[in-house]
């Protein structure tokens, strides 16, 4: 039977980058607190939020898209009610790319079951950064953002890199922001930031899980190549590695029969070795020494708890091994 490490271990602040910023190595997604798959009120959404910092993490990431605004609503709620000494340990990133602007949005637009009197607009001109960190700002009542991530350029590279970068590239010069990078679903466009920019950080989600390992190939050695910061998220792929049961999502979307059948492969092994699927899952991309942490999105209190102690869980090296070669197989 694996052993626990301690949750102070998982939440112990490390580097991000080149430039003195730290975060906790496990933070905090409020995806889910704007509404992912189901919607969730503002107590229980506090309550998640005060969960996540008495078990230590002190990094949280949001963004504009997250339920149209009701996540950095939320977490700015909840930072405002700290005391100030406490409210300096935390670190918030926020996204640009998607403007909010009046109009109606539903409840199950785009997954996300929040509505409000607000829709989403892409924009990732110099302009449109500065309007989506001011109205974040606004929204989330905080005095400053310390990460400022675009968010999913896919299909506007050229606005992103000559237009989005600068932009935040002058805001750190400033001091606006602590640090600047990119948040993606995919590994080719990261990669390229990497090289042709001088960003601190990528977010990449989804793409370095036990089902899906695509970011070592290339965008991992690069960034240790060059000193950027890695956070992983989505290291459960949207459930499926959390709870492989029929109907469980992969990637935002029902899981197919396929990736069903590997994760149950996959749960069947962890629990041969006396560990869950969960915790190899949520430990996984922290092996890579070019990671820097991971960030989990929780709607509940006891989900963020259960997830720091799935962080600290001690996961056997012949699991490891096992589950190395299955993706060597593929």
């Excluded at 829709?119 to 400022?148: C, H, K, N, P, Q």
């Excluded at 899906?212 to 290339?218: C, K, L, Q, S």
Aim: hydrophobic content about 45%.
């Amino acid at each position: 039977m694996s052993g626990q490490g301690t949750p102070r271990d998982v939440v112990a602040r490390v580097p991000l980058g080149r430039r003195g910023m730290t975060v906790t190595r496990i933070g905090m997604g409020t995806a889910p607190i704007g509404g992912l798959f189901s919607s969730v009120g503002d107590a229980a959404a506090e309550a998640t939020f005060a969960a996540a910092w008495a078990g230590g993490v002190r990094y949280f990431d949001t963004a504009p898209h997250y339920g149209v605004g009701t996540a950095e609503r939320r977490l700015g709620a909840f930072l405002a009610g700290l005391d100030p000494a406490a409210r300096a340990e935390a670190v918030v990133s926020t996204k640009v790319g998607r403007l909010l602007e009046p109009g109606r949005t539903e409840p199950g637009t785009e997954s996300f079951h929040e509505g409000a009197s607000l829709v989403r607009r892409r924009d990732y001109t110099r302009e449109g950064v500065y309007r989506s960190l001011a109205d974040s700002l606004e929204r989330s009542g905080l005095d400053a953002f310390d990460i400022a991530l675009i968010h999913d350029p896919d299909d506007h590279w050229p606005e992103a890199v000559w237009e989005a970068y600068p932009a935040l590239e002058r805001l750190r010069d400033e001091g606006a922001v602590r640090a600047i990078g990119v948040g993606m679903n995919q590994t080719a466009m990261p990669a390229r930031f990497v090289t042709e920019t001088d960003i601190d950080c990528v977010m990449v989600a989804g793409r370095y899980s036990l089902l899906d390992r695509g970011a070592e190939e290339e965008l991992l050695p690069l960034c240790a190549e060059r000193g950027v910061g890695v956070l992983v998220a989505a290291v459960f792929n949207s459930g499926v590695l959390a709870d492989p049961r029929p109907g469980a999502h992969y990637d935002y979307a029902p899981a197919p029969a396929t990736v069903l059948r590997r994760a149950r492969w996959m749960a069947d092994r962890c629990t041969a070795h006396g560990v869950s699927l969960a915790a190899a899952a949520l430990r996984f991309p922290l092996r890579h020494p070019a990671v820097t942490g991971v960030v989990v999105g929780a709607r509940t209190p006891t989900e963020i708890t259960d997830d720091l102690a799935l962080a600290a869980t001690d996961i056997p090296a012949d699991l490891w091994a096992e589950l190395d070669q299955e993706a060597r197989g593929r």
